[in-house]
C-alpha cells in the first residue's frame, strides 16, 4: 500500500522510486519503454539543461500494481 498527500499530484523519479520500491535505472527504464511518466527540462547551474523524469499519481498506482518492488 502506498500513501501519498491527497493534494500531491506530480512525483519526481526519486519519489517514485522511493514510493514503489523500483530501482531508479529500472523505473526510467519502465518509463522509456512503457510511455509512463514524462520528461520536463530543469534549468541547472552553468545554463545547461537537464531532463526530470515525472510521473502522475496515475503513472504511481500502475507501477505499483503492476511491477514488484526490487529485492536489492
Do not use: P
Request: aromatic content about 8%; overall charge positive.
Amino acid at each position: 500500500m502506498i500513501k501519498v498527500k491527497a493534494n500531491q499530484k506530480i512525483f519526481t523519479d526519486t519519489e517514485t522510486a522511493t514510493l514503489t520500491g523500483i530501482g531508479l535505472e529500472r523505473l526510467h527504464y519502465l518509463a522509456r519503454t512503457r510511455h509512463i511518466g514524462f520528461i520536463v527540462g530543469v534549468a541547472e547551474a552553468a545554463g545547461k539543461q537537464a531532463d526530470q523524469w515525472q510521473f502522475t499519481l496515475s503513472d504511481l498506482m500502475v507501477l505499483a500494481t503492476l511491477y514488484r518492488r526490487c529485492q536489492h
